[in-house]
């Protein structure tokens, strides 16, 4: 590895190289099926035959202006998400962390210019991830990602999901400006939240004055077989919402969705970016919405779910020694295992297949949601292949 690279990841060994579709190619000409995707971004796999031609075409004509002038590709792309959503208005970001950091900002200055300056705090859950700048690791709380960066910031505060009274207590205090949660936790390791929960959010958070943040980054833009995942139920609609990764299919973008209520305090100068909403990024996220959004795209998603998860728990049922359960919704598949998930993932790669990690020593399943249903058996037959492995690895060991 570079010593030129700051050494914050842990890499898997394989030097990438191209990618088609499902397949991840490497340098020294090995193929593997690809399950992390981007982390859930390259939502309609490698080099998507309409994205490649929006980028391109977009390539020769202009790729960056800076927000001083019109991007018509910006209010093209905000319109596609103000008509399929709850959200009026959108601020576009790079990342997923910059969105939930436009969302926290957004929540804040409502109450700020509502006559509320002292709604500072965030509620956020253990078991989340928000990203990585100071506002995002604050409100998701875990330890690992605060630890030697200083003092944690004011005005967050942390809870557990299963914990309502503590819930309630919360959102109850006059200095409560917003929760925000992930409807179903990936990072965390693909724990879906239910409906009859995030409802009762909603209207916890209506009956105080508190706003609602969903952080979609991850779960957000087909992942779970409808658009968003809060769309699954009713009645469980945020105020804002942080959307990125398979919103550009692979692009970097990220993008903060709001009432007319929230957006109307985020005025001229309130806030901004450089490259957010840029001309590139704008023509991939218009190709990658208008493909997602299909009928077709999310019966797919609902379809390959359905196959992945049954042969899965088939799997977990004769496995018990390496696996646990299977969990998540639609996509966004965890097993959690027995045996280190690390492990699993590298001899997952010994039958070239590539599986994200996750919490509660999770692996994930996160394919493109262009997956077939022929490509989900195959994944199927790498996963026994692996488990099988596995077994005979940790009986040896024990
Ligand atoms: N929120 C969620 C739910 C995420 O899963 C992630 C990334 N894994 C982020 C925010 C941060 O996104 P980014 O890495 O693009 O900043």
Redesign the pocket.
């Known amino acids: 590895m570079s010593e030129a690279l700051m050494g914050v990841y842990n890499r898997a060994p394989l030097e990438v190289e191209r990618g088609n579709g499902m397949w991840l190619h490497t340098r020294d000409g090995r193929a593997f099926l690809d399950c992390v995707a981007g982390?859930?971004t390259n939502c309609l796999g490698h080099a998507h035959p309409r994205l490649v031609a929006a980028l391109e075409e977009q390539a020769r004509k202009l790729w960056h202006v800076s927000n001083i002038f019109r991007i018509p590709g910006q209010e093209e792309l905000a319109a596609r998400l103000v008509g399929a959503t709850f959200a009026d208005a959108v601020f576009f970001g790079n990342?997923?962390?910059?969105?939930?950091e436009c969302a926290l900002k957004a929540a804040r200055r409502y109450h700020a210019v509502n006559g509320a300056p002292e709604r500072i705090d965030i509620v956020g859950f253990a078991g989340?991830?928000?990203?990585?700048?100071y506002a995002?690791v604050n409100a998701s709380g875990n330890p690992a990602y605060l630890d030697g960066f200083g003092p944690r910031l004011p005005g967050y505060v942390q809870l557990t999901i299963d914990d309502r009274a503590a819930i309630d207590e919360a959102v109850r205090r006059p200095t409560t400006a917003a929760v925000i949660v992930?409807p179903v936790?990936?990072?965390g390791g693909a724990r879906a939240l239910d409906g009859e929960w995030l409802s009762w959010l909603r209207r916890l958070c209506d009956a105080h004055g508190v706003l609602l943040i969903h952080?979609?980054?991850?779960?957000g833009m087909g992942r779970t077989g409808r658009l968003f995942a809060h769309q699954w139920f009713d009645g469980a609609e945020p105020d804002i919402m942080?959307v990125?990764?398979a919103l550009g299919g692979g692009f970097?973008i990220?993008a903060c969705l709001a009432t007319a209520a929230v957006a109307g305090a985020m005025t001229v100068g309130a806030h901004g970016s450089t490259f957010g909403g840029n001309p590139l990024a704008m023509a991939v996220g218009i190709a990658a919405f208008d493909e997602i959004a299909r009928e077709e795209t999310l019966a797919n998603v609902r379809a390959a779910s359905d196959r992945l998860t049954t042969g899965l728990r088939d799997l977990v049922a004769r496995f018990p020694d390496v696996a646990i359960d299977v969990r998540g919704k639609g996509l966004l598949i965890g097993i959690r295992m027995v045996p280190n998930n690390r492990e699993i993932m590298a001899l997952a790669r010994d039958h070239a297949l590539l599986v994200a990690g996750g919490g509660e020593n999770c692996i994930r399943l996160l394919p493109p949601l262009t997956i077939t249903l022929d490509e989900a058996d195959e994944v199927l037959r790498r996963i026994e292949a692996t488990f099988a492995a596995a077994r005979v690895r940790f009986a040896a060991a024990a």
């Open positions: 982390i859930a990342s997923g962390s910059e969105a939930v989340s991830f928000h990203g990585r700048t995002a992930e936790q990936g990072e952080d979609e980054v991850q779960s942080a990125a990764k970097p990220g």
